[in-house]
T-cell receptor, first 113, second 114 residues
Framework: AQSVTQLGSHVSVSEGALVLLRCNYS??????LFWYVQYPNQGLQLLLK??????LVKGINGFEAEFKKSETSFHLTKPSAHMSDAAEYFC???????????FGSGTRLQVQP | EAGVAQSPRYKIIEKRQSVAFWCNPI?????LYWYQQILGQGPKLLIQ????????DSQLPKDRFSAERLKGVDSTLKIQPAKLEDSAVYLC????????????FGQGTRLTVV
């Protein structure tokens, strides 16, 4: 079975501070990993994805994530938070083949002025 | 490029009534998903189609939920009869279907059952 764990349902940072959102996965096969962002009353938008080409993945809006197999982690970071980054962030995993994405429970990011 | 279209955006019904949601995926996307997102939770897969065939419906409450994808394009999701716990956002997504392919999401339909 595949699962995703996001540590911290709420994260609050100051504008300009480092953003770190945590994601751990469980997998018996090499996974494909994704980060999505959801703004209020909107669908999910892809930030970035890991597909085994490179362990450090750069996405949109200055976000990046590093795949660490030894730690089964895929944490999302951004060097400097902006007010517009306030949203819900979801980590998701696909175990390969034609399977659908399995999502974590989400982390709500709050950015303080 | 047009995104995934869903309608309606909002729906309020009484329990035991029926409701239907519609989804038009991105042109050329063979795979279509319906997810249920309860407030404060991540999306949960209800059903996955590959063209007009069902790939995974293991988490679909089949006693009340049904879905179809006619001609491998548009899809409808129906709930009959609705329960209070069905209050959620129903998200439709589509993808090319490859294992590296991301899913593109519509804006969702917010259902409130009273």
């Amino acid at each position: 079975a595949q699962s995703v764990t996001q540590l911290g349902s709420h994260v609050s940072v100051s504008e300009g501070a480092l953003v770190l959102l945590r994601c751990n996965y469980s997998s018996s096969v090499p996974p494909y990993l994704f980060w999505y962002v959801q703004y209020p009353n909107q669908g999910l938008q892809l930030l970035l994805k890991y597909t085994s080409a490179a362990t450090l993945v750069k996405g949109i809006n200055g976000f990046e994530a590093e795949f660490k197999k030894s730690e089964t982690s895929f944490h999302l970071t951004k060097p400097s938070a902006h007010m517009s980054d306030a949203a819900e962030y979801f980590c998701a995993v696909r175990m390969g083949g034609r399977r659908a994405l399995t999502f974590g429970s989400g982390t709500r990011l709050q950015v303080q002025p | 490029e047009a995104g995934v279209a869903q309608s309606p955006r909002y729906k309020i019904i009484e329990k035991r009534q029926s409701v239907a949601f519609w989804c038009n995926p991105i042109s050329g996307h063979a795979t279509l998903y319906w997810y249920q997102q309860i407030l404060g939770q991540g999306p949960k897969l209800l059903i996955q189609f590959q063209n007009n065939g069902v790939v995974d419906d293991s988490q679909l409450p089949k006693d009340r939920f049904s879905a179809e994808r006619l001609k491998g394009v548009d899809s409808t999701l129906k709930i009959q009869p609705a329960k209070l716990e069905d209050s959620a956002v129903y998200l439709c997504a589509s993808s090319f279907g490859g294992e590296e392919a991301e899913a593109f999401f519509g804006q969702g339909t917010r259902l409130t059952v009273v």
